[in-house]
């Protein structure tokens, strides 16, 4: 979005939104989640007051009479199951092997693998992780922790970790209840997804949609709640790290009344670059790079002709 269509870079404290006027800091900060009390609610962009700006992007694309920001969607995989969802369920593991249990965290770590994989053997869900049994798995030296996987792998962890944090939290905690909460709320938004497919809905019903926005908000505005917290104590725990992908993620849940998150997320590109890799990788043996990549582009045509043709003839 900021190198090839101009719009605003996610690191910009001063406008880092390319659908809003919201700030890092000050009444319409992206910190704030409220619904629908936040600031940056009321300088969300309208196509009128977003072309007559004097710092809108210059890309050529905008220069269509129809065209504005509001044509571009965020993507729900990379801002949700690759952005928010692995801090917080990278932080609850977190919580989980160094505070909670009480072994050494690798001893810890087993337990929940153990765990995880009678899980899987009861549920049998369609997605899993293979192994979950190292440290760096959500711990990183310096930075917050923050749960590695594919995004699939990420997605279809939540109900996992809900049900194992029901397991081994403290049902008497306030903060370890708000957690439970958080997570039985991020559950819910997926399910609300899954149980309105692209396939018959190109936009969340009415009703269905104003739940869906007010779930969306109070996952925003927990995870903050908890971030401060702990970060506040007297022996402060770096945990619950909140990226402007937060805030993404909302936007997407307001677009919703018009457009489902999955008819935008990006999937389809990632099942598209195995198929690539798996391409070149046959080209590469006996090739210059060049000529690999002349062979891979001839092979690739006529696979997508021999398909197209087969389709035709159905």
């Known amino acids: 979005m900021a190198k090839t269509l101009s719009l605003p870079r996610w690191s910009k404290q001063d406008s880092p939104c390319a659908l809003c006027q919201c700030k890092k800091h000050g009444a319409a900060s992206y910190f704030d989640n409220r619904y629908p009390g936040a600031g940056w609610l009321d300088t969300l962009w309208d196509f009128y007051s977003w072309k007559r700006w004097g710092q809108r992007s210059k890309c050529h694309l905008f220069s269509l009479s129809w065209m504005s920001a509001l044509n571009v969607a965020y993507d729900w995989m990379h801002a949700k199951y690759l952005g928010s969802d692995q801090y917080i369920y990278g932080s609850c593991m977190f919580l989980l092997v160094y505070h909670i249990l009480p072994g050494s965290p690798q001893q810890n770590l087993d337990i929940l693998w153990r765990w995880m994989k009678s899980y ?6 369609r ?11 959500f711990k990183r030296k310096k930075d917050f922790p923050k749960l590695r996987g594919k995004a699939a792998e990420v997605k279809a962890f939540g109900p ?3 049900e194992m944090w029901g397991q081994f939290s403290s049902k008497r905690d306030t903060q370890h209840k708000q957690i439970k909460l958080l997570l039985k709320k991020n559950v819910k938004v997926d399910q609300t997804l899954a149980s309105h497919p692209t396939s018959e809905y190109y936009r969340l019903p009415e009703g269905v949609h104003e739940e869906f926005v007010s779930d969306c908000f109070a996952v925003a505005q927990i995870h903050k709640q908890l971030g401060e917290w702990y970060s506040k104590q007297e022996n402060p725990i770096r945990i619950f790290n909140m990226t402007a992908k937060s805030h993404c993620v909302l936007h997407i849940a307001l677009a ?11 999937y389809s590109g990632e099942d598209f ?11 590469v043996r006996g090739n ?17 002709q021999l398909r197209w043709a087969k389709e035709a003839k159905k």
């Open 120 to 125: 899987y053997k009861k549920h049998k869900p």
């Open 160 to 162: 996992v970790l809900l």
């Open 288 to 304: 210059q790079p060049f000529a690999t990549m002349n062979k891979a582009c001839k092979h690739y045509n006529l696979g997508s």
């Open 256 to 266: 919703a009344e018009f457009v489902h998150p999955g008819l935008t997320w990006c």
């Open 273 to 283: 670059m195995r198929v690539v890799q798996v391409l070149l990788q046959s080209c």
């Open 127 to 137: 997605v899993r992780y293979n192994s979950f049994c190292k440290l760096t798995m």
